[in-house]
């Protein structure tokens, strides 16, 4: 059957996907709690500023992948390409301003303008914590560890870790000049995309994954080793702590990440289960600038990609868990065994019993095949002669048994 489709880069998830999709929001609430963290909800959109000071506008999501609109008053608006910006927003209320710390996590909806392809959708799902107010290394570790066990139990083991430090702000300097002196000699035979990011951001050309330009970021100046001396000491407190709880991780020189707010500690996980966008989640410490505070919020946290989480555990084979199915399909032989089956369905749910039936007269075989389609657990067949003797036959669908159970004793039996 022909369907409509959706947006490019959307998609509509049915009953049969959704099981697995909680699957992975109640991991992530039961795991996130032993470490202490609750659920936030934001907005879905925010005040454009949001994203354009949080995330900085020389960010390629700011420049060139947002929804923005304006609502009915003149206000831009957007809808959020990503969940720590408008977290954070909604923390600037708290005490996490002044240094106290707030852990918090989210899931739902992101918006970003990027070219369709596998796993790269225009509407994805992020599974996103933040731990904002407080800096300290072992924060780092932790956030880190906990990503790792959280994709460990919800059946995306086998990923790699990818570790870097964007040192603080002010420790750049030399290591920013070193990059753009050994760039600008090989300027020539890079990307546009490089050739701009050159003097705008020179940190961003280390992400580049175009061929041309390959093998002078292989080539270029390890940055973090020009970093000062407090900034490389904590990134050594990250390792060992990540060492003394057992997460195996890759130092990774060249990772930067894709959104300015970085500073100390990045991290990504991929998976080679996963094609071109093997990037299954990201984060990492950042100073985040909120609309209306002179002072940026501190954080550090991380956000997994559903749609990518999905597909990593289809690829090992892991099973969703069964939809909901309907504990008995009550199949009406007759005008009066419909009106004693609609009453019948109605005190069943009200005890708890799922129950599925048909409102319109069908035949015995039609029926069984709504009860097959449904994978109904059992089905209670009433006729004229049931309706006469008080007592009906329940069918269990997946032995093929079947017995005879008075009207009065047909809840006690469902119940049990
Ligand atoms: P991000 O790396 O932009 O980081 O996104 C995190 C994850 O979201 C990615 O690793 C990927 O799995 C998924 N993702 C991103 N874009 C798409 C897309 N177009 N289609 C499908 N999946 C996608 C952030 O968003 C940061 N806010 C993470 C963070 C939280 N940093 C600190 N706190």
């Not at 008053?73 to 209320?93: D, K, N």
């Not at 990774?252 to 299954?280: K, M, S």
């Not at 069943?348 to 039936?357: F, I, P």
């Amino acid at each position: 059957m022909s369907k409509s489709s959706p947006p490019p880069g959307t998609s509509d998830i049915f009953a049969d996907e959704v099981t697995a999709w909680l699957e992975l929001e109640n991991t992530a609430r039961r795991v996130f709690s032993l470490y202490g963290y609750g659920e936030i909800r934001t907005p879905i959109f925010e005040f454009t500023e949001v994203f354009q000071r949080g995330l900085g506008n020389e960010t390629e999501v700011v420049q060139k992948e947002m929804y923005t609109f304006e609502d009915r008053g003149g206000r831009s608006l957007t809808l959020r390409p990503e969940g720590t910006a408008g977290v954070m927003r909604a923390l600037s209320g708290t005490e996490a301003m002044n240094g106290v710390e707030q852990r918090v996590f989210y899931m739902g909806p992101m918006f970003r303008g990027e070219r369709p392809s596998a796993g790269r959708r225009r509407q994805f799902h992020q599974i996103g914590v933040e731990n904002a107010g407080k800096v300290s290394p072992e924060l780092d570790a932790e956030s880190i560890a906990m990503l790792a066990h959280y994709l460990n139990e919800v059946g995306a083991g086998g990923f790699e870790l990818l570790i870097n430090t964007r040192g603080v702000k002010e420790d750049r300097g030399p290591a920013e000049a070193a990059l753009r002196e050994h760039f600008a000699a090989h300027i020539d035979e890079m990307c546009e995309d490089c050739r701009n990011r050159l003097e705008r951001n020179v940190w961003r050309i280390l992400d580049c994954k175009q061929e041309c330009c390959r093998k002078h970021i292989d080539n270029a100046p390890d940055a973090a080793s020009l970093f000062g001396e407090s900034s490389r000491d904590y990134f050594k407190r990250v390792c060992d702590m990540l060492t003394t709880w057992n997460v195996p991780f890759k130092v990774e020189p060249r990772l930067v990440r894709g959104l300015d707010y970085y500073v100390h500690t990045v991290f990504e996980l991929t998976h080679t289960a996963l094609g071109g966008q093997n990037a299954i989640a990201g984060g990492g410490r950042y100073e985040l600038t909120v609309p209306g505070f002179n002072k940026p919020v501190q954080g550090v946290g991380f956000a997994a990609g559903m749609e990518r989480l999905l597909m990593v555990r289809e690829a090992a084979g892991r099973m969703a868990p069964a939809g909901v199915t309907p504990d008995v399909f009550l199949v009406s032989l007759g005008e009066k065994a419909l009106a004693y089956n609609g009453k019948l369905a109605g005190d069943l749910r009200n005890a708890g019993v799922s129950v599925a039936l048909e409102y319109e007269p069908k035949s015995m075989k039609s029926q069984m095949r709504s009860a097959d389609r449904l994978k109904a657990k059992n089905v209670l067949i009433l006729g004229e002669t049931e309706l006469e003797s008080g007592v009906a036959v329940l069918k269990n669908m997946a032995d093929g048994s079947q017995k005879t159970v008075p009207f009065n004793e047909i809840q006690v039996e469902l119940t049990k």
